[in-house]
């Protein structure tokens, strides 16, 4: 099992930045694949990013590309999401998990695989 805790939300304008950080604890960091999901109000959780971390290969969903950027850093145990070109839209809580590939699509490992959240407020 993994401990995952994640930092740097906060409020932002509209075409802002900022740079999530998950710092993970436990088990191995390079076990497993990392990534990074959402949550608005009333609207279900949605894949963000997700980085192989065997062979670094990225993946990102289609509404962030181009603006985001999931990167780790195995020696500090740390995923990284930069965040450039805000929108509203993008206002939620963000939330880092270990994940798995099925059907070209990534998923959480599981319930004990999340972190406890941050959340990002864009403002218009």
């Known amino acids: 099992q993994v401990q995952l805790v994640e930092s740097g939300g906060g409020l932002v304008q509209a075409g802002g930045s900022l740079r999530l950080s998950c710092a993970a604890s436990g088990r191995t960091f390079s076990d497993y694949n990392m990534g990074w999901f959402r949550q608005a109000p009333g609207k279900d959780r949605e894949f963000v990013a997700a980085i192989d971390l065997i062979i670094g290969s990225l993946y990102y969903a289609d509404s962030v590309k181009g603006r985001f950027a999931i990167s780790r850093d195995s020696f500090k145990n740390t995923v990284y999401l930069q965040m450039n070109s805000l929108k509203p839209d993008d206002t939620a809580v963000y939330y880092c998990?270990?994940?798995?590939?099925?059907?070209?699509?990534?998923?959480?490992?599981?319930?004990?695989?999340w972190g406890q959240g941050t959340q990002v407020t864009v403002s218009s």
């Open positions: 998990a270990a994940v798995v590939r099925r059907g070209g699509n990534w998923y959480p490992l599981g319930s004990d695989y």
